[in-house]
């Protein structure tokens, strides 16, 4: 992972600009993710296949409970400026009026406008999808974040977070590989685990 640190104190105005002018002109290799994580231009590598098939697995679900007008979108960053923060989580679902209402020049939505993010942990991305990007959701009002640990101590693990306030969310739900995960509202979904392959990279 490279990174290139840009003194960002505000998370708004001329800083939050310039950041945002360097992510967009940032190349990086096909299927590598150019995100700003604490104020950090950040490029992570590509997604392992284990990696990929869970994400599959849960767009597939997902697909079955939402509306017509929403989408589930794996390459939609998301931005929190007030954390000096412009992630691009692994799914994140939204209506499809919050993307086609912003300019076409733009290429990201406010994490607020969001009504679910799900991060799917590789070895790259540890602290981030754990610590950094649970606060910035949180932070942003993100109503539902899910976390998809594969790299936790004891064995993979599935953890829901809502009712956010401030900087933190309540954890609905934690559980293992294999259990069942039941969504709330607006979703009524329960997601079954137990295909998710083991060993995410």
């Not at 800083?15 to 995100?35: F, H, N, Q, S, Y």
């Not at 790299?151 to 009712?163: D, Q």
Request: one cysteine or more.
């Amino acid at each position: 992972m490279s990174a290139l640190t840009v003194d960002h104190s505000e998370g708004h105005g001329r800083e939050w600009d310039e950041l945002l002018r360097i992510w967009e002109e940032t190349e990086a290799p096909e299927g590598c993710k150019v995100e700003i994580i604490e104020g950090i231009i950040t490029v992570s590598p590509a997604p392992a296949n284990r990696h990929n098939v869970i994400a599959g697995k849960l767009q597939r679900a997902l697909y079955t409970v939402i509306p017509e007008d929403w989408g589930i979108y794996q390459t939609l960053a998301v931005s929190v400026p007030s954390r000096s923060g412009l992630f691009i989580p692994d799914l994140v679902v939204a209506p499809e009026s919050e993307l086609l209402e912003l300019s076409e020049s733009e290429q990201y939505i406010p994490a607020s406008a969001s009504t679910f993010i799900a991060e799917i942990t590789s070895k790259s991305s540890l602290r981030h999808d754990r610590v950094s990007k649970p606060a910035a959701y949180a932070h942003a009002g993100a109503p539902l974040y899910l976390l998809v640990d594969g790299w936790a101590k004891g064995g993979p693990t599935i953890t829901l977070y809502g009712e956010p306030k401030d900087d933190v969310y309540r954890v609905l739900y934690a559980g293992k590989f294999g259990e069942d995960i039941p969504l709330p509202e607006p979703f009524a979904l329960t997601l079954e685990t137990e295909a998710f392959p083991v060993g995410v990279g």
